[in-house]
């Protein structure tokens, strides 16, 4: 089973470009959230989705949009890259409320 | 809102040595909590969860009690070995979306 797939694994930009980070689910999950892990400050949530075409704002969504338009795909794009995204970023899915999220191997992303 | 602290890390320990990582957390409501495992260029893992008061987790040897009275959710291993280096992050859900809430992380080693 593929689980949760993200690409790329590795990005470098510099800054002001765009890109989009790819995340994609083979479980038929409902919920879809993208975080960032940065040293000292653990995992912070960006965008989440309950649902095709239903997303709404985490902690950090400054810099970041999303989209839901099917149930297996949940693309972060970033309008204008900064150095302050220079981060891990990690897609992650679940069945359900309360239930425990799956997640991707994550993408290494430097802005230079 | 909803927040979760970890004892501050990192954590060095010899094989066999008995294990014990603090989390508490502040919640509204009645949370479900988890601990994730991050082993070395991996994505998260869920190593386990409680759903209730008064419920043990338990997977791999590891185990952690919810403890409503002092909201806390701390993790032991009777015995680690090396293959348990990795980074520890407590985590609550609450509400009706599923929004994981992180601690910051806690990094393992342990030396033969």
């Known amino acids: 089973n593929a689980g949760v797939t993200q690409t790329p694994k590795f990005q470098v930009l510099k800054t002001g470009q765009s890109m989009t980070l790819q995340c994609a689910q083979d479980?038929?999950?409902?919920?879809m959230s993208w975080y960032r892990q940065d040293p000292g400050m653990g995992l912070r949530l960006i965008h989440y989705?309950?649902?095709?075409?239903?997303?709404d704002q985490g902690e950090v969504p400054n810099g970041y949009n999303v989209s839901r338009s099917t149930t297996e795909d949940f693309p972060l794009r970033l309008l204008s890259a900064a150095p302050s995204q220079t981060s891990v970023y990690f897609c992650?899915?679940?069945?359900?409320?309360?239930?425990?999220?799956?997640f991707g191997d994550g993408t290494r992303l430097s802005i230079l | 809102g909803n927040s979760v602290t970890q004892m501050e890390g990192p954590v060095t320990l010899s094989e066999e040595a008995f294990l014990t990582i603090n989390c508490t957390y502040t919640?509204?409501?009645?949370?479900?909590l988890f601990w994730y495992v991050q082993y070395p260029g991996e994505g998260l893992q869920l190593l386990l969860k409680?759903?209730?008061?008064?419920d043990k987790g338990s997977n791999k040897g590891f185990e952690a009690t919810y403890r409503k009275e002092t909201t806390s959710f701390h993790l032991e291993k009777g015995s680690v070995q090396v293959s348990d280096s990795a980074v520890y992050f407590c985590?609550?859900?609450?509400?009706?979306?599923?929004?994981?809430?992180f601690g910051k992380g806690i990094t393992l080693s342990v030396r033969p």
């Open positions: 992650a899915s679940s069945r359900g409320a309360v239930q425990p999220q799956h």
């Open positions: 479980m038929n999950h409902e919920y």
């Open positions: 989705s309950v649902g095709a075409g239903i997303t």
């Open positions: 919640a509204t409501g009645y949370p479900s």
């Open positions: 409680a759903t209730k008061a008064d």
């Open positions: 985590a609550l859900s609450a509400g009706a979306n599923s929004k994981l809430t």
